[in-house]
């Protein structure tokens, strides 16, 4: 094997898990979902079925992934942080599957603990959502949200930092520039 799973956890038939992964206490992981290389898999964890989870991912203890959430590469799901796959749920009345709403985590991003990302929504490039927002709607890349319903509050650069006016950033030097209600990073 070139990946880890705990003697805790439980992987079941038809999984995908790629090398040096790593998956610790009490996780599930469920039939026809795959993981990439090199990503951790925190305590508690529920990766759903049919999931697809990038490469050098980090979710961390007690994150559910629902079917219907992708992830990309260098994605990161603070502690606790909370996905939704259907709008209206009901215990007498569930739609299965095809009743799921996706949702999609872009390239770099990163939700905050006890965050909760409601279906349907895309999380952009690099963008950062703060602990304890709830997102209701697409994210542009690199945004920062915070707030319950999560607003834009600014912009962040790919090295996690919050970006200033001129969209320079003060810690690692990269710059971008605004185009309308997005930024783009400029060639280094």
């Known amino acids: 094997m070139s990946f880890y ?10 999984v995908c898990i790629g090398d040096k992964t790593k998956i610790w206490h009490f996780s599930h992981i469920q039939s026809g979902s795959k ?7 925190g305590q508690n964890v529920n990766i759903a079925n049919n999931v697809v989870v990038g490469n050098n991912v980090k979710i961390q203890n007690n994150v559910s992934v629902y079917e219907g ?3 990309e590469d ?3 799901c603070g ?9 209206t749920p009901r215990s007498k009345y569930p739609k299965g599957p ?7 985590v872009l390239y770099g991003a990163t939700i905050g ?7 349907g929504n895309t999380i952009g490039r690099w963008a950062m959502i703060a ?3 709830v997102v209701t709607k697409d994210v542009p890349d690199y945004a920062l949200m915070a707030g319950v319903p999560a607003k834009q509050i600014g912009w962040v650069c790919e090295c996690g930092k919050t970006l200033p006016e001129n969209l320079r950033c003060d810690t690692c030097g990269r710059s971008y520039m605004k185009d309308m209600s997005s930024i783009t990073k400029l060639e280094e």
Request: proline share 2%.
């Open 5 to 14: 799973v705990h003697e805790s956890s439980y992987v079941d038939e038809n």
């Open 131 to 133: 602990s304890g927002a």
């Open 113 to 119: 603990a006890n965050a909760t990302i409601v279906c």
């Open 98 to 104: 095809e009743g799921y709403i996706n949702t999609t």
């Open 74 to 76: 260098f994605v990161f």
């Open 35 to 41: 993981i990439g290389e090199n990503c951790t898999i």
């Open 69 to 71: 959430v992708i992830l």
């Open 79 to 87: 502690p606790s942080m909370v996905f939704t796959n259907d709008l």
